[in-house]
T-cell receptor
Protein backbone atom coordinates (compact mmCIF):
# COMPACT_ATOMS: atom_id res chain seq x y z
CA UNK A 1 0.00 0.00 0.00
CA UNK A 2 1.73 3.18 -1.19
CA UNK A 3 -1.16 5.46 -0.46
CA UNK A 4 -1.19 8.84 1.20
CA UNK A 5 -4.66 10.21 1.88
CA UNK A 6 -5.65 13.81 2.38
CA UNK A 7 -8.86 15.44 3.56
CA UNK A 8 -10.70 17.45 2.56
CA UNK A 9 -10.27 17.35 -1.22
CA UNK A 10 -11.55 20.90 -1.56
CA UNK A 11 -11.86 23.70 0.96
CA UNK A 12 -13.25 27.21 0.69
CA UNK A 13 -12.64 29.50 3.63
CA UNK A 14 -12.88 33.14 4.57
CA UNK A 15 -9.94 35.13 5.82
CA UNK A 16 -11.21 34.99 9.40
CA UNK A 17 -11.85 31.25 9.48
CA UNK A 18 -9.83 28.54 11.18
CA UNK A 19 -9.57 25.23 9.36
CA UNK A 20 -7.32 22.18 9.29
CA UNK A 21 -5.96 19.98 6.53
CA UNK A 22 -5.31 16.34 7.34
CA UNK A 23 -2.91 13.80 5.91
CA UNK A 24 -2.53 10.11 6.73
CA UNK A 25 -0.21 7.30 5.66
CA UNK A 26 0.10 3.69 6.79
CA UNK A 27 3.34 2.77 5.08
CA UNK A 28 5.40 3.02 8.24
CA UNK A 29 7.13 6.12 6.89
CA UNK A 30 8.77 8.33 9.49
CA UNK A 31 9.14 11.52 7.42
CA UNK A 32 6.16 13.61 6.33
CA UNK A 33 6.03 16.79 4.29
CA UNK A 34 3.73 19.67 3.42
CA UNK A 35 4.04 21.40 0.06
CA UNK A 36 2.21 24.32 -1.51
CA UNK A 37 1.62 24.36 -5.27
CA UNK A 38 0.27 27.31 -7.20
CA UNK A 39 -1.13 26.89 -10.71
CA UNK A 40 1.49 26.17 -13.38
CA UNK A 41 4.26 26.18 -10.73
CA UNK A 42 6.15 23.32 -9.10
CA UNK A 43 5.48 22.25 -5.50
CA UNK A 44 7.29 24.33 -2.88
CA UNK A 45 8.37 22.71 0.37
CA UNK A 46 6.75 24.20 3.49
CA UNK A 47 7.45 21.83 6.41
CA UNK A 48 9.15 18.51 7.08
CA UNK A 49 8.59 16.26 10.09
CA UNK A 50 11.01 13.50 10.90
CA UNK A 51 10.09 11.04 13.66
CA UNK A 52 7.27 13.38 14.65
CA UNK A 53 9.63 16.32 15.15
CA UNK A 54 9.70 19.40 12.97
CA UNK A 55 12.90 19.26 10.92
CA UNK A 56 12.37 21.97 8.35
CA UNK A 57 10.25 25.13 8.32
CA UNK A 58 10.88 26.97 5.09
CA UNK A 59 10.11 30.42 6.53
CA UNK A 60 6.39 29.80 6.28
CA UNK A 61 4.12 32.51 7.76
CA UNK A 62 2.74 31.72 11.20
CA UNK A 63 -0.82 31.60 9.86
CA UNK A 64 0.17 28.07 8.78
CA UNK A 65 0.76 25.80 11.77
CA UNK A 66 1.80 22.18 11.27
CA UNK A 67 1.22 19.38 13.72
CA UNK A 68 2.30 15.74 13.75
CA UNK A 69 0.21 13.91 16.38
CA UNK A 70 1.78 10.53 15.57
CA UNK A 71 3.87 8.83 12.93
CA UNK A 72 0.88 8.27 10.62
CA UNK A 73 -0.81 11.65 10.80
CA UNK A 74 0.10 15.15 9.73
CA UNK A 75 -2.11 18.19 10.11
CA UNK A 76 -1.85 21.73 8.79
CA UNK A 77 -3.81 24.28 10.81
CA UNK A 78 -4.89 27.38 8.93
CA UNK A 79 -5.85 30.70 10.49
CA UNK A 80 -6.31 34.20 9.10
CA UNK A 81 -5.22 33.21 5.61
CA UNK A 82 -4.95 35.61 2.70
CA UNK A 83 -6.38 35.16 -0.82
CA UNK A 84 -2.84 34.59 -2.12
CA UNK A 85 -2.69 31.46 0.03
CA UNK A 86 -5.15 29.81 -2.35
CA UNK A 87 -3.32 26.83 -3.81
CA UNK A 88 -3.08 23.05 -3.88
CA UNK A 89 -1.63 21.76 -0.62
CA UNK A 90 0.17 18.46 -1.03
CA UNK A 91 1.23 16.06 1.68
CA UNK A 92 3.99 13.52 1.11
CA UNK A 93 5.76 10.85 3.11
CA UNK A 94 9.01 8.93 2.85
CA UNK A 95 10.98 6.38 4.80
CA UNK A 96 13.11 7.75 7.60
CA UNK A 97 15.78 9.36 5.48
CA UNK A 98 15.22 12.54 3.52
CA UNK A 99 16.93 11.07 0.48
CA UNK A 100 14.21 8.45 0.05
CA UNK A 101 11.42 8.57 -2.51
CA UNK A 102 8.49 10.72 -1.48
CA UNK A 103 4.93 9.54 -2.07
CA UNK A 104 2.34 12.24 -2.52
CA UNK A 105 -1.28 12.44 -1.52
CA UNK A 106 -3.89 13.82 -3.94
CA UNK A 107 -3.82 17.22 -2.29
CA UNK A 108 -6.34 19.65 -0.86
CA UNK A 109 -7.40 22.43 -3.19
CA UNK A 110 -7.82 25.52 -1.03
CA UNK A 111 -9.62 28.73 -1.97
CA UNK A 112 -9.41 31.69 0.39
CA UNK A 113 -12.06 34.34 -0.15
CA UNK B 1 20.57 31.21 -10.55
CA UNK B 2 17.78 28.79 -9.61
CA UNK B 3 18.80 25.79 -7.54
CA UNK B 4 17.21 23.37 -10.02
CA UNK B 5 16.70 24.35 -13.64
CA UNK B 6 14.92 22.46 -16.37
CA UNK B 7 14.54 22.82 -20.12
CA UNK B 8 11.79 25.29 -20.90
CA UNK B 9 8.78 23.66 -22.54
CA UNK B 10 6.45 22.82 -23.92
CA UNK B 11 7.70 19.93 -26.03
CA UNK B 12 5.29 18.92 -28.79
CA UNK B 13 6.20 15.55 -30.32
CA UNK B 14 4.43 12.95 -32.48
CA UNK B 15 3.71 9.47 -31.21
CA UNK B 16 6.73 7.23 -31.52
CA UNK B 17 9.24 10.05 -31.19
CA UNK B 18 12.19 10.07 -28.81
CA UNK B 19 12.37 13.07 -26.50
CA UNK B 20 15.01 14.13 -23.97
CA UNK B 21 14.69 16.40 -20.96
CA UNK B 22 17.58 17.99 -19.14
CA UNK B 23 17.95 19.38 -15.65
CA UNK B 24 20.84 21.09 -13.86
CA UNK B 25 21.29 21.67 -10.15
CA UNK B 26 23.52 24.17 -8.38
CA UNK B 27 24.34 22.49 -5.05
CA UNK B 28 27.17 20.02 -5.51
CA UNK B 29 26.33 18.44 -2.15
CA UNK B 30 22.88 17.33 -3.34
CA UNK B 31 22.26 13.74 -2.42
CA UNK B 32 19.40 12.22 -4.35
CA UNK B 33 17.69 12.83 -7.64
CA UNK B 34 14.34 11.89 -9.10
CA UNK B 35 12.05 12.39 -12.04
CA UNK B 36 8.37 12.78 -11.22
CA UNK B 37 5.47 13.21 -13.61
CA UNK B 38 2.45 15.29 -12.84
CA UNK B 39 -0.80 15.15 -14.76
CA UNK B 40 -3.13 18.14 -14.83
CA UNK B 41 -4.79 18.69 -11.43
CA UNK B 42 -3.16 15.56 -9.99
CA UNK B 43 -0.36 14.97 -7.52
CA UNK B 44 3.23 14.28 -8.62
CA UNK B 45 4.01 10.59 -9.06
CA UNK B 46 7.47 9.08 -9.05
CA UNK B 47 8.70 8.13 -12.49
CA UNK B 48 12.27 7.16 -11.69
CA UNK B 49 15.04 7.60 -9.21
CA UNK B 50 18.27 8.69 -10.90
CA UNK B 51 21.67 7.10 -10.24
CA UNK B 52 25.16 7.85 -11.45
CA UNK B 53 25.29 4.49 -13.20
CA UNK B 54 22.17 5.36 -15.16
CA UNK B 55 18.97 3.44 -14.96
CA UNK B 56 16.35 2.26 -17.39
CA UNK B 57 12.72 1.32 -16.97
CA UNK B 58 11.12 0.22 -20.20
CA UNK B 59 11.00 3.21 -22.53
CA UNK B 60 12.48 5.55 -19.93
CA UNK B 61 16.18 6.09 -19.26
CA UNK B 62 17.57 8.42 -16.61
CA UNK B 63 21.14 9.55 -16.17
CA UNK B 64 23.03 11.54 -13.54
CA UNK B 65 26.32 13.32 -14.14
CA UNK B 66 27.60 14.55 -10.78
CA UNK B 67 30.65 16.26 -12.26
CA UNK B 68 28.49 18.44 -14.48
CA UNK B 69 25.58 18.57 -11.99
CA UNK B 70 23.25 17.43 -14.70
CA UNK B 71 20.32 15.00 -14.86
CA UNK B 72 18.59 13.73 -17.96
CA UNK B 73 15.48 11.77 -18.88
CA UNK B 74 15.04 10.05 -22.23
CA UNK B 75 11.65 8.80 -23.39
CA UNK B 76 11.65 6.47 -26.36
CA UNK B 77 8.65 5.57 -28.54
CA UNK B 78 6.46 8.28 -27.00
CA UNK B 79 2.84 7.41 -26.27
CA UNK B 80 -0.15 9.73 -26.02
CA UNK B 81 -0.31 8.77 -22.34
CA UNK B 82 3.17 10.24 -21.79
CA UNK B 83 1.65 13.73 -22.10
CA UNK B 84 2.27 15.34 -18.72
CA UNK B 85 4.59 17.69 -16.87
CA UNK B 86 7.94 16.15 -15.96
CA UNK B 87 9.52 17.45 -12.78
CA UNK B 88 13.18 17.15 -11.89
CA UNK B 89 13.58 16.79 -8.11
CA UNK B 90 16.75 17.18 -6.07
CA UNK B 91 17.21 16.53 -2.37
CA UNK B 92 19.78 18.75 -0.74
CA UNK B 93 22.69 17.98 1.49
CA UNK B 94 21.52 16.60 4.83
CA UNK B 95 18.42 15.19 3.24
CA UNK B 96 14.83 16.44 3.54
CA UNK B 97 15.25 19.80 1.79
CA UNK B 98 13.58 18.96 -1.51
CA UNK B 99 13.65 21.23 -4.50
CA UNK B 100 11.53 20.81 -7.60
CA UNK B 101 12.47 22.15 -10.98
CA UNK B 102 9.86 24.26 -12.73
CA UNK B 103 8.82 21.28 -14.84
CA UNK B 104 8.77 20.57 -18.54
CA UNK B 105 5.45 20.13 -20.27
CA UNK B 106 5.25 17.34 -22.84
CA UNK B 107 2.49 17.00 -25.41
CA UNK B 108 2.48 13.81 -27.48
CA UNK B 109 0.28 14.08 -30.59
CA UNK B 110 -1.33 11.32 -32.64
Amino acid sequence: DTEVTQTPKHLVMGMTNKKSLKCEQHMGHRAMYWYKQKAKKPPELMFVYSYEKLSINESVPSRFSPECPNSSLLNLHLHALQPEDSALYLCASSKAGGIETQYFGPGTRLLVL
Amino acid sequence: RKEVEQDPGPFNVPEGATVAFNCTYSNSASQSFFWYRQDCRKEPKLLMSVYSSGNEDGRFTAQLNRASQYISLLIRDSKLSDSATYLCVVTGAGGFKTIFGAGTRLFVKA
